[in-house]
C-alpha cells in the first residue's frame, strides 16, 4: 500500500528502486540500504512464523516490511481490500459489543423476537457512529500529523494501515469457544490500540507520541459516542436489553 509507491527500506524507512538482485530462480540476493547500511528488508527470506511473531511484538520494520514492500498497490486490488477490511472490522466490533454486553448486562437467551429485533438495532447503531466518529478523528489527527511530518500520506492509506493493525481483534472469535472476564476484551482493545500507533507511525512517519495521541483521542470519542448513545435509548426508553 506504500503511498508513493516505493520499496523501502525495513530499518529506516528509506526510499529504493529494489529490495534484491535475481540470479536465476530462487538465487536472490538481498540489496542494503544506502542510507542505514543493513539489508533493506531481510523479511523477503524469512519464513512466515517469523513475520507473525515480529508482528505480535510489533515491531517497526515488520510493518514498514508490510506496508511498503509486501502489499504495494501493484499487487494489492487495493478499493477492494480496504473495503473487505473495514467490513470485517465492523463485524468483529459488533460481535465485541454483543459480547460484552452478554458477559456485564447478562443478555437473556430467551428473549421475545421484537426485543431481538430492538437488541440488533441497537448494536448495529452503536457501532455504525461510534465508528463514523472514530474515522473522522482519525482522519483530522492525521492530516494534523501529515502537515507537520515529511511523508505524503493519504488517508485511504493510513486507514488501511489501521485496519490491517487492528489483527489482533480476531482473537475476540475464540470466544465462541471459551468464556473470557470482560477485562480480556478490554485488553485485547489496549493490544490493537499499540498495534494501531506503531502503523499509524511507519506510514505517516511521524513520532510515536504523536500517532497514540491520535489512535487514543479517536478510540476516546468512539467509545465516549456509543456510551452516550447507550445512555440516552436508555434514558428515551424505547430500546432496552431486557
Ligand atoms: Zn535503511
Redesign the pocket.
Known sequence: MGCENTL???????P?KSLYIQYSPGNIRLM???????V?DEYIECENMILVIDLILHKEKVYRHLFYNMFTRETLNFEVWLWKLAFSFLILDTYKIFVLSRIEDGLKSSMSFASLISCYAKLLMDVGFGNLMFLMMLFLGIRVLTRASVGTTSFKDALLAILVSSYFKIFLLSTMIWEFPSSVLYINDIVVLSSNTVALKVITESSMPRCLAVCLSAYAVKFLVMEMLNGALLIFGGIDWA
Not at 8 to 14: E, Y
Not at 32 to 38: A, L, Q
Open positions: 523501502r527500506c525495513v530499518h529506516c524507512g528509506f529504493l542494503k540500504c544506502e542510507r542505514c547500511k543493513k533493506a
